[in-house]
């Protein structure tokens, strides 16, 4: 089983490029969500999917897009990239029956010059 | 929003010592409180939880405990080892129509000094 798989794991970005972060679980997992990581501020959630077909903004949602293509699949998106979304990101999944454990993905590390 | 704080930021104890991590939550409607651990580099795993109707919790050398009138709990590891070397998450969820909302704290640091 590969659980969560995130790519891809590194990438340098200019400021204004764009780019698409993938994600994809095999888990039969009905939510999922992106956390981006950066240091002394914890995981913040940027955008999270409560089932197939819907999603919803988290507390740090500015400058990001997503698309749920389908139950095992969730990208995310930066249209125009900034320095200050230099980071690590995370996506995870969770059955969504309210057990409530995530399963995170290996990590992306993104650096916007 | 749901809003966890979590202490020390960071923590050093000598090998076989005991490591307390605190964290208070401020949404009394959460339910939900796990425990991630995150080694270097690499990504968080849950290693305990701990639900609402539950005061405390113990797996080996871990425990959790929650009080929930105070809107807080606790991470316990006893007889540390080296490898208990990492960052530790707490955070604090609720349910809505089976999607848990997590928040996290900043994380704690930890180190054991062999």
């Known amino acids: 089983n590969a659980g969560v798989t995130q790519t891809p794991k590194f990438q340098v970005l200019k400021t204004g490029q764009s780019m698409t972060l993938q994600c994809a679980q095999d888990m039969n997992h009905n939510s999922m969500y992106w956390y981006r990581q950066d240091p002394g501020m914890g995981l913040r959630l940027i955008y999270y999917s409560a089932s197939e077909g819907t999603t919803d903004k988290g507390e740090v949602p500015n400058g990001y897009n997503v698309s749920r293509l389908n139950k095992r699949e969730f990208s995310l998106r930066l249209e125009s990239a900034a320095p200050s979304q230099t980071s690590v990101y995370f996506c995870?999944?969770?059955?969504?029956?309210?057990?409530?454990?995530?399963?995170f993905g290996e990590g992306s590390r993104l650096t916007v010059l | 929003g749901e809003n966890v704080e979590q202490h020390p930021s960071t923590l050093s104890v000598q090998e076989g010592d005991s490591a307390v991590i605190k964290c208070t939550y401020s949404d009394s409607a959460s339910n939900y409180f796990p425990w991630y651990k995150q080694e270097l580099g690499k990504r968080p795993q849950l290693i305990i939880d701990?639900?609402?109707?539950?005061g405390e919790k113990k797996d080996q050398r871990i425990a959790v405990t929650l009080n929930k009138t105070a809107k807080h709990f606790s991470l316990h590891i006893t007889e540390t080892q080296p490898e208990d070397s990492a960052v530790y998450f707490c955070a604090a969820s609720k349910g809505s129509g089976g999607y848990q909302k997590v928040t996290f704290g900043t994380g704690t640091k930890l180190q054991v000094i062999p």
């Open positions: 701990i639900r609402s109707n539950v």
């Open positions: 995870a999944s969770s059955p969504g029956d309210g057990t409530g454990e995530l399963f």
